[in-house]
């Protein structure tokens, strides 16, 4: 089964810099499906971007997805005090679906 | 509005078994899959179970296979998770989720991501 590495797992940055999340899959996502979630301190996740590089319904354009193969990044162009949390990559396989250990975005 | 709603958790011991189930509204609930994803304290998103629109196909993480089972109920818009033999290590927050219909390609279609989550209901195996 392929898997998700995040990097890094934690990211401090202030409000207004930019944000590049990176999701490494252990073999080359060919299907074109690959996606990210933003999850909060007690609620559930998400869904920001699907098919690598679409945002989901509502999700402002500073957030964009990107990449191919291994190697994806979400990157949050400039963040806003609501953009900290902890985003997953996910991965949806013919007969499973995985997800990155995830990357907490934090205030610095 | 589209939501899921999931009930059925609580405090079981070790060797119990414990019912969840989740109702779905606001959506053609028997057209979009279904998942349970959990959650463990503290840590990631893990994916525990699928199952089809029309219940043929269903799938399970090596980690709950042969102690859960998943079934789905589409006249009463619900999707179940029996949880048999249960370990301190299926502790977690249990969500349903599902798909939605997105823009793939320039068609609207449900598109294989979990855009629809319920708000999480908590399972706890300690003796």
């Known amino acids: 089964e392929l898997v998700l590495t995040q990097s890094p797992d934690t990211l401090s940055l202030s409000p207004g810099e930019r944000a590049t999340l990176s999701c490494r899959a252990s073999?080359?996502?060919?299907?074109?499906?690959l996606a990210w979630y933003q999850q909060k301190p007690g609620q559930a996740p998400r869904l920001l971007m699907y098919?690598?590089?679409n945002r989901a319904t509502d999700i402002p354009d500073r957030f964009s997805g990107s990449g191919s193969g291994t190697d994806f990044t979400l990157t949050i162009s400039r963040l806003e005090p609501e953009d900290f949390a902890v985003y997953y990559c996910?991965?949806?396989?013919?007969?499973?679906?995985?997800f990155g250990q995830g990357t907490k975005v934090e205030i610095k | 509005q589209v939501q899921l709603v999931e009930s059925g958790g609580g405090l079981v011991k070790p060797g119990g078994s414990l019912r969840l189930s989740c109702a779905g509204s606001?959506?053609?609930?028997?057209?979009?899959?279904m998942t349970w994803i959990r959650q463990a304290p503290g840590k990631g998103l893990e994916w525990v179970s699928y199952?089809?629109?029309?219940?043929?196909?269903?799938y399970y993480a090596d980690s709950v296979k042969g102690r859960f089972t998943i079934s789905r109920d589409n006249t009463k818009n619900s999707v179940f998770l029996q949880m048999n033999s249960l370990r301190a290590e299926d502790t977690a927050v249990y969500y349903c989720?599902?798909?939605?219909?997105?823009?793939?390609?320039?068609?609207?279609?449900?598109?294989?991501?979990?855009?629809?989550w319920g708000q999480g209901t908590t399972v706890t195996v300690s003796s």
């Open positions: 989720a599902s798909q939605n219909v997105l823009l793939w390609f320039g068609e609207l279609r449900l598109v294989d991501a979990f855009d629809i």
């Open positions: 199952i089809s629109s029309s219940s043929s196909t269903i």
């Open positions: 098919g690598v590089s």
């Open positions: 073999q080359s996502v060919t299907s074109g499906y």
């Open positions: 606001g959506f053609s609930f028997s057209d979009n899959y």
């Open positions: 996910q991965h949806s396989g013919t007969s499973y679906w995985t």
